[in-house]
């Protein structure tokens, strides 16, 4: 360890508050990177993460939070690989084995040995488990996880490695063309839904209907592109119907994943569609035949994404296709904008960075 220091916002015991603390600065070995944190987003697993109960999650505390990461290379271990020192990049968020299938493809989200990794390793990647980024500095296993961003501002750039890059996978899983003609649904404009609308507007040519509870949710989908937006009512399964021509969605994407959010998309997708269930609000559905399900459709339950698809993301933000809607704060501010993402307050996606001058 240096002798240098860095703050760093930590869950320090289950069911206790996230705190902002300071620690030795990693040095690093091996293959590990040391980056210094230019931003960190903050996400609604963050919550689960921090209001589970001790037994609930195979991570370990204590722990710095934060999985949605950018900032500077800082120090490379002696057989580091990937971006030199002094390079801004992005951190991939799911730390995977690095050797199975899945990983060697670049999809560590979906890494084959993950089960026996979070018991092994305590940790699904940076922040879930692992030391995360809502800090000063954090250490990243590989340079196989960097992507550069070139001058790409660090508070757009850290929510692409989530919320860009698990809105941009979600879209990526349906197989039928989101072409002319095509409508698709999104049930929740927050920070992945907004990111999705956009996403879509860029990649697609396909209709953009969304919904959201809050009134300035359909205000930021509008904003992103959305040809309508609405709160849910009694009548909003006709209405979107109506506004698919009738066949209904050929693709419904549901960043909420409640019981009400999971029927309105049930109730609007068309027969052989895809329903993309990217939230976990608990909701459930039932699967049998005959049921409520039309026929020909296809569930996916897709989980962040893989790092060709980052690189695919950062590409986009960087040729100015994609923008994040951005609430900053002090790293020092990350209890208050917690908070706010509890109380369903933040417009599009929350990001602190670690500014000694703002702090
Ligand atoms: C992370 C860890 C576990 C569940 C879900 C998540 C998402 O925030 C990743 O996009
Ligand atoms: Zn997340
Ligand atoms: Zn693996």
């Known amino acids: 360890m240096s002798t240098a220091r860095a703050r760093a916002v930590r869950l320090t015991r289950w069911g206790g508050p996230p705190v902002l603390t300071e620690l030795p600065r990693p040095v690093p070995t091996g293959e590990e990177v040391l980056l210094r944190v230019e931003a960190a987003g903050l996400c609604r697993s963050d919550l689960h993460v921090i209001d589970a109960a001790a037994g609930g999650l195979p991570y370990r505390v204590p722990f710095t939070l934060g999985h949605e990461v950018a ?131 860029a990649t697609t040519t396909a209709q953009v209907l969304a919904v959201d509870v809050r009134e300035e949710a359909l205000t930021l989908a509008d904003a992103c592109g ?68 039309p026929p020909g459709t296809r569930i996916s339950l897709p989980f962040w994404g893989t790092v060709p698809e980052l690189r695919r993301v950062v590409a986009l933000a960087r040729e100015g296709a994609l923008r994040v809607e951005v609430e900053r704060y002090p790293l020092s501010g990350a209890p208050e904008a917690f908070e706010r993402l509890r109380a369903g307050a933040v417009r599009g996606r929350a990001v602190v960075v670690p500014d000694r001058a703002s702090d």
């Open 71 to 201: 900032g500077r290379v800082l120090e490379r271990g002696p057989r580091a690989v990937g971006p030199a020192v002094g390079e801004r990049v992005v951190v991939y968020g799911p730390w995977g084995c690095g050797r199975c299938a899945h990983c060697g493809a670049g999809a560590e989200n979906y890494c084959d040995r993950r089960p026996d990794l979070d018991r092994e390793l305590a940790g699904t990647g940076a922040g879930l488990g692992r030391d995360g980024g809502m800090a000063d500095t954090v250490l990243v296993p590989s340079g196989r996880l960097l992507v550069p961003v070139g001058d790409l501002d660090a508070v757009q750039a850290a929510p692409l490695t989530d919320a860009g890059l698990t809105a941009y996978h979600a879209v990526a899983t349906v197989g039928a063309p989101l072409a002319d003609g095509a409508s698709v649904v999104v049930l929740g404009v927050g920070g992945l839904g907004h990111l999705a609308v956009r996403i879509l507007r």
């Open 226 to 293: 959305a040809h309508f937006a609405t709160l849910p009512r009694p009548d909003t399964a006709r209405v979107l119907r109506a506004r698919t021509g009738g066949t209904g969605a050929v693709a419904v994407f549901d960043f909420v994943g409640s019981r009400a959010s999971l029927e309105l998309g049930v109730a609007v997708l068309r027969a052989g569609g895809d329903l993309v269930v990217v939230g976990s609000g608990g909701g459930e559905l039932t699967v049998r035949k005959p049921g409520a399900l």
